[in-house]
């Protein structure tokens, strides 16, 4: 392998230099993004920060700090000196949590083999909630509470929490991407993907042509874009394909509809 390689023609070894160069880059600066620990709340981005005695601390860029009380099976989560209690009671292999707001209202959050089901203190089931945002900040309405109540959950438990992309797709796009520079720029490697193709079975001695050079780099440059959104799904898969077809759960709540309104055009 290594005398391969060592017969390869300095360009191209020079490009192999910069193609695991910037993979090793990629990877060293996408790794948090991709096993870093995550919710969501008000349509704002939580993670770890630390963690003294029994009470965890979450941060987000763009919000107050988020503290969970572990006290066993319960949880007291804290935002802005202002705590919600939450009491597990499992039911029949179903987990149970009942949730008090400060101003007194009791919900409860059911988390079934596929979804979240959010029932009152009457025990009636509470549909999927619309919330709107302006400038970042929600909009309330009613007799709405700040933070919906599947959403403290999550934040107060961490199995609860998710990672984001998708790193293979991320891996995809790479070797897409070299395909078509290979493809774009070196003739020994259309030559190769010419010897590959069907045209030897129907023609003898078949030699590429100027217009089969011409075709080769406009796929590499085809594939070369189609690697780029590729690179996107890896990023940003879950907002992009996975979140949109879900939709909303036709009984119970598995959700919310996000409604955001620009106040400055």
Request: charge should be neutral; aromatic fraction near 16%; charged fraction near 15%.
């Amino acid at each position: 392998m290594l005398t391969w390689f060592k017969s390869l023609q300095p360009s191209t070894r020079r490009f192999a230099y910069k193609v695991l160069a910037l993979l090793v880059l990629v990877t060293v600066l996408s790794w948090p993004y991709f096993t870093k620990h995550i919710f969501e709340v008000n349509n704002m981005t939580y993670s770890f920060d630390c963690k003294q005695g029994n009470i965890i601390t979450y941060h987000s860029s763009s919000g107050p700090p988020i503290q969970v009380q572990q006290n066993g099976m319960d949880r007291i989560v804290t935002i802005q000196a202002t705590d919600y209690v939450i009491t597990r009671q499992d039911k029949g292999g179903i987990k149970e949590y009942r949730l008090t707001y400060p101003t007194g209202k009791v919900y409860t959050v059911q988390n079934t083999a596929r979804d979240f089901l959010l029932y009152d203190d009457q025990g009636e089931p509470v549909y999927a909630t619309i919330t709107a945002y302006s400038n970042g900040e929600r909009i309330l309405g009613g007799n709405e509470e700040l933070y919906l109540p599947v959403t403290l959950v999550q934040a107060a438990y961490s199995n609860y929490h998710f990672t984001r992309g998708y790193p293979f797709i991320l891996l995809i796009a790479a070797g897409v991407f070299i395909y078509g520079w290979c493809t774009y720029r070196y003739e020994r490697f259309q030559n190769f993907m010419f010897r590959m193709s069907l045209r030897q079975l129907f023609v003898v001695d078949a030699e590429p042509s100027d217009f089969y050079y011409f075709t080769c780099k406009l796929g590499g440059i085809a594939s070369m874009i189609i690697s780029f959104f590729i690179a996107l799904l890896a990023y940003f898969g879950d907002d992009m394909l996975i979140r949109p077809a879900a939709g909303l759960n036709t009984f119970g709540y598995s959700g919310k509809l996000n409604v955001t309104i620009d106040t400055d055009s």
